[in-house]
T-cell receptor, first 114, second 113 residues
Framework: DTEVTQTPKHLVMGMTNKKSLKCEQHMGHRAMYWYKQKAKKPPELMFVYSYEKLSINESVPSRFSPECPNSSLLNLHLHALQPEDSALYLC?????????????FGPGTRLTVL | QKEVEQNSGPLSVPEGAIASLNCTYSDRGSQSFFWYRQYSGKSPELIMFIYSNGDKEDGRFTAQLNKASQYVSLLIRDSQPSDSATYLCAAVGPNSGYSTLTFGKGTMLLVSP
């Protein structure tokens, strides 16, 4: 089973709202990722957690705040977003297995900021 | 600057033909290569990965890797209209701790009935 789940599927929020995206995997993977994808562009890495610790932050604005409560869950807290933040937000997970590591993506959350 | 290059397409093939998708990469340290399929509005779905030089086959899909030429390809045999999607090539290497996928911009494949 290579399933990563994400909720909600769609989210519309105003620029003053606070919302959270959730991601869950039960594959025993030790690494989880957040990506942002704009239309007709490849996914763009935002954050990487390995063993529940933030290992990579790709200079993402502070209005995006990741959280990894345990090895199966990953959240992305959103606050004071801008319309240009509208995108497909993807979660992925992997075993963190070095050279053979393979990332599996969840279905994504389509975010619209008004 | 690590780069993965793909022709954006669209690549148009008739149903039943072989579709050939190509990718080149600039980082000689890249060791693992991945092909993801992405339907419009959906998330990337892993099709194949390859680590070693040569061919790797899985059903109708064959991935080919030539590290000397820094070239990766994906062949899709007996193409079906349901194969119409954007195909993303990605690479990882030791410089990123194998954690960062460097994606190409993707090739759009159109399979006509």
């Amino acid at each position: 089973d290579t399933e990563v789940t994400q909720t909600p599927k769609h989210l519309v929020m105003g620029m003053t709202n606070k919302k959270s995206l959730k991601c869950e995997q039960h594959m025993g993977h030790r690494a989880m990722y957040w990506y942002k994808q704009k239309a007709k562009k490849p996914p763009e890495l935002m954050f990487v957690y390995s063993y529940e610790k933030l290992s990579i932050n790709e200079s993402v604005p502070s209005r995006f705040s990741p959280e990894c409560p345990n090895s199966s869950l990953l959240n992305l807290h959103l606050h004071a977003l801008q319309p240009e933040d509208s995108a497909l937000y993807l979660c992925a997970s992997s075993q963190w297995a070095g050279g053979t590591d393979t990332q599996y993506f969840g279905p994504g959350t389509r975010l619209t900021v008004l | 600057q690590k780069e993965v290059e793909q022709n954006s397409g669209p690549l148009s093939v008739p149903e039943g033909a072989i579709a050939s998708l190509n990718c080149t990469y600039s980082d000689r340290g890249s060791q693992s290569f991945f092909w993801y399929r992405q339907y419009s509005g959906k998330s990337p779905e892993l099709i194949m990965f390859i680590y070693s030089n040569g061919d790797k086959e899985d059903g109708r899909f064959t991935a080919q890797l030539n590290k000397a030429s820094q070239y990766v390809s994906l062949l899709i045999r007996d193409s079906q209209p349901s194969d119409s999607a954007t195909y993303l090539c990605a690479a990882v290497g030791p410089n990123s701790g194998y954690s960062t996928l460097t994606f190409g911009k993707g090739t759009m494949l159109l399979v006509s009935p």
